[in-house]
């Protein structure tokens, strides 16, 4: 370093250009790490400057935690549905926008209309998570002026004097706050791999084509392994908001930052924001925050090693 | 790497640091203080009055008034009328202020050492009071209650107040915070409904299962709640354990004692006649995931006959209440053999407005307590908030107020001194939230009454071990 920062003219330049970005983020990201690192062995009430050293308490507490475990066990589970569902419903979509159409004699095409949906199945990107759960909540409310219960009312499918009551039923809330994220998501996906497939030269569709490969044949043969990058990206992307999802949870479902009923819609953001925030145990918070950053860290590992392939080079 | 040691040189300099922040922002008043205070300011001040019995703090005629309150659920309608009404006995100049910014307004001032005369420290973005009662930020307000009364000069403020509003201004020893509005919780219906129906107010939960039982012959909800929230529905399971089981239920309860709930006959019995509500299908469709405002809401359009909740409810639902709705307050009906009468409530106070030690006109600020605490002025504020105060009988009688209060008022009147409240949910947040939790799957019909009894209880056994347990006692 110290040569670094005795060269005047273009080294002195460079440093300057990488000092200030790094200061920042050593300030506003590693520092709070540290420090949560920091708190997490103590009993600090987040209220007062004065607490106690308690060494692993907190993580021992926490392996005991059942509601923290149940998170924990959400998150995996939306960890595995939310890129699953929403990456797979965008490939399609994709691919019927860009690629679906009849074969005519121009060669590859969408399905009719294809602008008009791309703007469509956007939208729901465009809406804030505060809109989006203001919105669903409207859906999902558990009487009869809710727009789900009210259309299976109308169809006789449901008993009015028995409404379900989705966000307080407990095998049902997580799903339907699995929905929400999907159809938020699968507007920008679709995007993304839109801009990947158009990328991919015509020729080798208009070959596929010529070959006689059918649409399943042309998309999983040509246009699935050409997309791998973008997918795996997503996957990553995904998994990251499946380990979060704090907004939906605290402000769509019952309870102090959510998670319920009975936390059954629980996530490890919520229950650590509860222990902050209400019940004065920061410090406790703390040791779940430097969990779920481990967890994160290592799911993000492993989703990108086991999605290596061989790049394709078009 | 030397881990350990990197840590406690960290803890030691977040623990320096602290410190120092402690001691710069007394010290920076009293620079500040010191800057522009001293002869300046008896100079600008207003000069001191003689003390008299009629002016007990001395207030100055022709001075300045500075008042900042929270414009929250209550507006801030009845703070201007009482600043006319003090700018006219006393001929100051009052200066409004009404926002939900507390801190952001505030804070540099009371650092500055030029707080306001009266605050409303209320609201999201309130200052904590312990943090300006640590500073030195806050008056003593016992003057105000050992001054004599504006209604009757021979008792003092103090025995004007209902029972427990001083100890819920304490802080430290010291009576600092003026909790002003004065709370009762139970049940509510729209005496417009009932008289139709030709149904009268029950007495006994007997009585309250018939009303319901009709309602939902008449193709009505019997009682909606605030399924999203279940604080409210804990509201009617305490009540009820109160009134059977008599005071010592409720501080075994707040005392974390073993038998609180297991082996408590009142508990199970309080819990099984709410259960009976859920059992006989008698809860307003869907009302288990509403939220506060859309059940309210539902009830206000006559889709259940009651729904449980505290006097603040007709000024939160203002505008979504019917004009002919006739909003009526039920205190929770009896069980048999219960301890307490039919007209007991739960009671409690908050809104807290402070006096800074360091406002300019400070004598000034008290006498508006002072006169906050008058029967005049408590009428101003359950006409234009729609709610009470600690003054008791603190509304003229002649005074025409919107039903809910008006019906809060005789309640309350004819409760005496039968009003009680519940400790835990401050003292114990986890504790609360876990029996909210036991009670929103008992709402679902998902657990039953005895099992419900064994999650609060075990919620209590697990409070008893909170460091704060120690401290927390009630006789």
């Known amino acids: ?314 | 790497m030397g881990s350990t040691g990197e840590g406690l040189g960290r803890r030691d300099l977040i623990k320096r640091s602290a410190a120092l922040g402690l001691i710069t922002v007394p010290t920076m008043s009293f620079l500040s203080a010191c800057a522009s205070g001293g002869g300046e300011n008896s100079t600008k001040g207003p000069a001191k009055a003689p003390v008299t019995k009629e002016n007990p703090f001395g207030v100055a005629k022709g001075g300045k008034l500075d008042v900042v309150v929270f414009k929250g659920g209550f507006g801030d309608d009845y703070a201007k009328a009482w600043e006319a009404a003090f700018d006219k006995k006393w001929g100051t100049t009052s200066s409004h202020l009404g926002t939900q910014e507390i801190t952001a307004k505030l804070q540099p001032r009371f650092n500055g050492g030029n707080p306001p005369d009266v605050v409303d420290d209320s609201g999201a973005q309130k200052i904590p009071l312990d943090v300006l009662g640590k500073g030195g930020q806050l008056a003593d307000l016992n003057a105000v209650l050992d001054a004599p009364s504006l209604d009757d000069p021979s008792k003092k403020v103090r025995d004007t107040l209902v029972d427990g509003a001083v100890e819920q201004g304490m802080l430290g020893g010291k009576y600092v915070v003026l909790k002003y509005v004065y709370a009762v919780s139970g049940f509510w219906y729209s005496g417009k409904l009932f008289k139709e129906k030709g149904w009268t107010a029950p007495k006994t939960w007997d009585e309250f299962l018939a009303v319901c039982t009709k309602a939902k012959e008449a193709g009505i909800g019997g009682l909606a709640h605030q399924g999203k929230y279940p604080y409210y529905i804990n509201v009617v399971i305490m009540d009820l354990i109160a009134k059977k089981g008599g005071l010592d239920a409720v501080k075994a309860i707040d005392n974390l004692a073993p038998n609180a709930f297991e082996g408590n006959a009142a508990a199970l019995a309080a819990v099984e006649a709410v259960y009976e509500v859920v059992e006989k299908g008698l809860l307003m469709p869907g009302t288990n995931g509403l939220t506060h405002t859309e059940s309210q809401t539902a009830w206000n359009q006559y889709k259940a006959a009651f729904i449980p909740s505290g006097s603040w409810l007709e000024n939160e639902q203002l505008k979504q209440t019917p004009e002919d709705f006739d909003m009526k307050f039920l205190p929770v009906p009896l069980l048999a053999d219960s301890k307490m009468p039919l007209e007991a409530i739960r009671a409690g106070v908050d809104e807290p407005f402070i006096v800074p030690e360091k406002a300019a006109n400070k004598a000034a600020g008290l006498e508006f307590l002072r006169s906050m605490l008058s029967r005049e002025w408590s009428t101003i504020f359950a006409q234009q908030a729609n709610s009470l105060t600690v003054v008791k009988d603190g509304v003229d009688p002649g005074v025409k107020l919107r039903p809910g209060t008006q019906s809060a008022v005789e309640a309350l009147k004819a409760a005496g001194g039968n009003t009680f409240s519940y400790r835990y949910p401050d003292w114990y947040s986890e504790m609360d939230t876990e029996i909210q939790n036991a009670s929103n799957e008992l709402m679902a019909q998902r657990i039953q009454p005895k099992e419900w009894i064994k999650r609060a209880q075990a919620a209590v056994n697990k409070a008893a071990q909170d460091p704060n347990a120690k401290n927390n006692k009630r006789s």
């Not at chain 1, 953001?269 to 950053?293: D, E, H, I, P």
């Open chain 1, 1 to 314: 370093m110290s040569h670094v920062a005795q060269g005047r003219g273009k080294y002195g330049f460079i440093a300057g250009f990488l000092f200030a970005p790094l200061a920042l983020y050593l300030t506003f990201v590693i520092w709070p790490y540290v420090q949560t690192f920091g708190y997490s062995f103590t009993n600090w009430t987040g209220q007062s400057p004065t607490f106690d050293f308690v060494g692993t308490d907190n993580y021992a507490a926490l392996l005991k935690d059942e509601v923290f475990r149940g998170a924990l066990w959400h998150n995996l589970l939306l960890l595995v549905f939310v890129p699953l569902v929403t990456i797979l419903l965008a490939l399609f979509f994709a691919f019927m926008v860009n690629a679906g159409g009849r074969g005519g004699a121009g060669g590859v095409q969408g399905v009719g209309g294809s602008r008009f949906y791309k703007v469509v199945y956007f939208f729901p990107q465009v809406l804030s998570l505060a809109i989006l759960s203001v919105l669903f909540g409207a859906i999902y409310r558990s009487d009869e002026g809710g727009l789900l219960n009210g259309f299976l009312t109308g169809l006789g499918l449901i008993d009015a004097n028995h409404p379900v009551e989705w966000l307080n039923e407990p095998n049902l809330v997580l799903w339907c706050l699995l929905l929400v994220v999907v159809w938020h998501g699968v507007g920008f996906y679709l995007v993304l791999f839109s801009a990947a497939m158009q990328s991919v030269p015509k020729d080798i569709y208009e070959a596929a084509l010529l070959d006689g490969a059918g649409r399943a044949q042309t998309f999983f043969k040509v246009t699935l392994p050409l997309l791998w990058d973008s997918v795996q990206t997503s996957a990553v992307y995904l998994g990251i908001a499946a380990m979060d999802m704090f907004v939906l949870v605290s402000t769509m479902t019952s309870g102090q930052f959510g998670g319920g009923p009975d936390h059954h819609s629980e996530v490890m953001s919520t229950v650590l924001m509860r222990n902050f925030l209400y019940f004065g145990k920061s410090g406790y918070a703390c040791a779940m925050g430097v969990v779920m950053l481990a967890l994160t860290m290592i799911l993000s590992v492993i989703t990108l090693r086991a999605t290596r392939r061989e790049r394709i080079e078009f």
